[in-house]
């Protein structure tokens, strides 16, 4: 069975750094593009940060770009999202989230990043 | 590529049949999946390749459409169906989700 756990979310005082993190297992990891999407309270779903499966191509959503930086580790089964210059707007619950042939089939809880001073 | 949803709420009785509907602004195909979300959980697949229902869902779910214009019925709503759901391209980077139904009671 496919598992997505992430972890590292909480509160941070604007224009802190926070580094999420996404253990996966129940499946071959390196196998499978994989995705940070964040949803903020009471809105839509957005796309901040995706890696393909051996890392080497990486996009992100125009919100993000300059200040969040996925990677990945194939060997720990693991995704990494780095947040810097973070804003009141990035406060959100962000999901992990696991791609095959385009679709999102495996999604983990989620972990919120609360952004206050 | 960009996904509008419509109409953003839906308010429907149970047993009534919903529509939602989802717009690209260029083609996808038949790329497109729909997500349903409940509040507090994370977004479950629900439809692929635009009319392929996923494990674990019945038949009162089905999609439609190719190109820019999809749909989402649900024929009678039950109590569990209530929630957001959210359309998704595939067919193109970067992959969009639209902006949601919520449908409610």
């Given amino acids: 069975e496919v598992h997505l756990v992430e972890s590292g979310g909480g509160l941070v005082q604007p224009g802190g750094s926070l580094r999420l993190s996404c253990a996966?297992?129940?499946?071959?990891?390196?196998?499978?593009t994989m995705h940070?999407?964040?949803?903020?309270?009471g809105k839509g779903l957005e796309f901040a940060a995706t890696i393909s499966a051996d890392g080497g191509g990486t996009s992100y959503a125009d919100s993000v770009k300059g200040r969040f930086s996925i990677s990945r580790d194939n060997s720990k089964?693991?995704?990494?999202?780095?947040?810097?210059?973070?804003?009141?707007?990035?406060?959100?619950?962000?999901?992990?989230?696991?791609?095959?042939?385009?679709?999102l089939d495996s999604w983990g809880r989620g972990t919120l990043v609360t952004v206050s001073s | 590529i960009v996904m509008t949803q419509s109409p953003g709420t839906l308010s429907v009785s149970p047993g009534e049949r919903a529509t939602l509907s989802c717009r690209a602004s260029q083609s996808v195909s038949s790329n497109l999946a729909w997500y349903q979300q409940k509040p507090g959980q994370a977004p479950r697949l629900l439809i692929s390749d635009a009319s392929t229902r996923a494990t674990g869902f019945p038949a009162r779910f089905?999609?439609?459409?190719?190109?820019?214009?999809?749909?989402?019925?649900?024929?009678?709503?039950?109590?569990?169906?209530?929630?957001?759901?959210?359309c998704q391209q595939y067919n193109n980077w970067p992959r969009t989700f639209g902006q949601g139904t919520k449908v409610e009671i």
């Fill in chain 1, 77 to 103: 089964n693991m995704v990494y999202l780095q947040m810097g210059s973070l804003r009141a707007d990035d406060m959100a619950v962000y999901y992990c989230a696991r791609e095959s042939w385009g679709l």
């Fill in chain 2, 62 to 86: 089905s999609g439609s459409g190719s190109g820019t214009e999809f749909t989402l019925t649900i024929s009678s709503l039950q109590s569990e169906d209530f929630g957001l759901y959210y």
């Fill in chain 1, 36 to 41: 940070w999407v964040r949803q903020a309270p």
């Fill in chain 1, 24 to 32: 996966a297992s129940g499946f071959t990891f390196s196998d499978n």
